[in-house]
């Protein structure tokens, strides 16, 4: 059962990526998503054509990453929420839903009837699922947030990563970061909402928020910041355990760089210092225990930056293959979506188009019976209008008269 989540439908009525992304899982999954987009203008991501600097999509393609990622696998509808016309509709499309799930604001939520009393007073047994920023309930339950200010910033991972004397903040390593992170986490909770309603019958209220999702990445210092009863002091990060060599990151005559992260240094060691060019130091006395790793760190960190400073990154990956102990090469991007591990796995997808050109994204991390992900492309705008309606029992004179009233596009 690789599509466990077929036969699930689920109402999307939300914008950008946070939430969308969660329907993507889903969809990747197996579930029917049909998006709800505004008549007239869209979801706004469809509008950007720029992100943290680069360009969103290509002319001539109607291919754009920043919308098929979030919103791959779904079934666009475009209605005018505030038109009383469309009220049936969004009704009819509520009550043969599972879940609804949106992003939208409180206030809005209320302005356009789409409150938990109002979808539940249609459908009962439906799943109320919201993304929000700082959480359903408290002081900032109706502020907005992207995910650079609530999951990036208040969310402890920007502090995380810069040092003391930093002059300028550190921002987010890709955009949408902490968006993906989140509506990875908003589908493990409608999966978790679905288990609990088939086996008690009662639907849950689901809310995940991007400042409990980063509070949720940075737990290891926040937990310890409450337990030491303060802010923890700036330490420079280059390894995982400070005097362990073995857990640095080294840099190559080409100017790329290597991780490693044996947190084991006397079990790793002759293997370690053999495989660097370095045999002299097998069963080196002076190292034989950790104390005394730990206590010549300094020194022996600099003749492995020496060493590694001898060879180029690919030479580097060729040596290392056969290493046991764990380390990385720092990929970028198109290294990343050409990792030979990703593609074994079937986490990089192909998909095709809409100009049926085939193309490729990012599949969701979680994998079902060694199955690949089967992957349909993002919907364009409101590109199912007509087939939904059709499927709720409207005939053409109907979606006539919807589309003259402005209710529908």
């Known amino acids: 059962m690789h599509r466990p989540m077929e036969g699930i439908r689920i109402l999307e009525v939300a914008q950008f990526t946070f939430v969308p992304a969660a329907g993507a899982v889903l969809a990747d999954w197996g579930a029917d998503i049909i998006k709800v987009e505004h008549a007239e203008t869209g979801d706004p991501q469809r509008g950007l054509v720029k992100v943290l600097g680069y360009d969103g999509a290509q002319a001539g393609s109607s291919f754009a990453p920043i919308m098929e990622g979030p919103n791959r696998g779904k079934r666009s509808i475009g209605i005018d929420l505030a038109n009383p016309a469309a009220r049936p509709i969004l009704e009819d499309l509520i009550r043969r839903s599972d879940v609804f799930l949106t992003n939208y604001l409180p206030g809005v939520r209320r302005k356009l009837g789409l409150t938990l009393e109002d979808i539940r007073a249609v459908n009962p047994d439906i799943i109320y699922v919201t993304g929000s920023g700082f959480g359903s309930e408290g002081p900032d339950s109706d502020r907005g947030s992207y995910d650079a200010t609530g999951f990036w910033a208040r969310g402890g991972s920007a502090d995380g990563v810069m040092p003391a004397d930093a002059e300028s903040m550190a921002f987010m390593p890709a955009g949408a970061y902490g968006d993906n992170i989140g509506g990875m986490t908003i589908a493990g909770g409608i999966s978790a909402a679905l288990l609990g309603r088939a086996r008690t019958g009662e639907p849950s209220v689901v809310d995940v928020s991007l400042l409990g999702v980063g509070a949720w990445a940075t737990q290891f210092t926040v937990n310890l910041a409450l337990f030491t009863g303060g802010p923890l002091p700036k330490v420079r990060k280059k390894s995982a355990a400070a005097g362990n060599p073995l857990t640095g990151s080294y840099k190559t005559s080409d100017g790329r760089w290597l991780q490693f992260s044996m947190l084991q240094p006397t079990r790793f060691w002759n293997e370690f210092v053999t495989t660097i060019g370095l045999p002299h130091l097998v069963d080196d006395e002076r190292f034989a225990t950790m104390e005394a790793i730990a206590a010549a760190s300094e020194d022996i960190g600099g ?107």
């Open 303 to 409: 003749w492995f930056a020496d060493a590694f400073a001898q060879h180029t990154y690919a030479e580097w990956l060729e040596t290392l293959a056969g290493l046991s102990g764990p380390w990385a090469p720092l990929q970028n991007s198109w290294e990343l979506g050409n990792d030979e591990a990703l593609i074994a796995n079937g986490r990089i997808s192909e998909v095709v188009d809409a100009d049926g050109v085939t193309q490729k994204l990012v599949a969701n991390p979680v994998k079902f019976d060694d199955a690949s992900v089967d992957m349909k492309r993002a919907p364009q705008f409101a590109e199912h209008t007509d087939e939904i309606l059709r499927e709720l029992g409207l005939d053409d004179d109907q979606l006539i008269e919807l589309k003259i009233a402005g209710a529908v596009t």
